[in-house]
């Protein structure tokens, strides 16, 4: 668990990370610790999901998550630009989705956050319990679904890493695009070892004035 710059004013606050990693946990806790305080939270995964099952895009029967695939490339982009409209020009709002640290490089204002979990075990585990599947058909769909959204979005914003992370000296022209590499976020929480709480407390310390 790393906190790089806790001195920064915060307007808004990214939450990335694979699935298993408690990404979406993180977000309902701090949607409800700050709702009197005036910020709001958005899932893009909560979001796509009931839009793939609205347009019946996909079997809205399984409990597993989809890929990214179903989507055209044009409301991908449209969703995910959205994001990065919102975080440019609004104050306090959380987002949680895959891509969202990567949409946020560059936006000054906003703390980026990346969950991890440093126990591929656990992270299975996890999706077990949440989506009732036995542990074969976890790693499986999260392999697949992983190496299908990195593909999808790896040709989808190669401009978009040459300018907000090479660009920014984040990475070199040579390195393979990686959205969650850590240097690209300003505090890294691995869930093996750190608990809900735990982590909540980390980024509401990081968004307090000092």
Known sequence: MTDSSSTIDYQNITISGLPGCGSTTLLNLLR????FDGWKGFSGGEFMRAYAAEKGLFDDKNSMHHDATVY???????????MRHKLQTERHWILESWLSGFLAQGVKGTLKVLMTCSDDAVRVDRIVNRDGVDVQAAKAHLHERKEKNVAKWTRMYADQWQEWVVG???????????FWQPN??????????TNQQQALQTVLDAIKKV
Request: proline share 3%; hydrophobic share 35%; no cysteine.
């Open 32 to 35: 409800e610790e700050l709702k």
């Open 72 to 82: 055209s490339d044009d409301f991908d982009r449209e969703v995910d630009m959205g």
């Open 168 to 178: 920014a000296g984040q990475a070199n022209a040579d390195q393979p695009i990686d």
């Open 184 to 193: 690209l976020y300003d505090i890294v929480i691995d869930t093996y070892s």
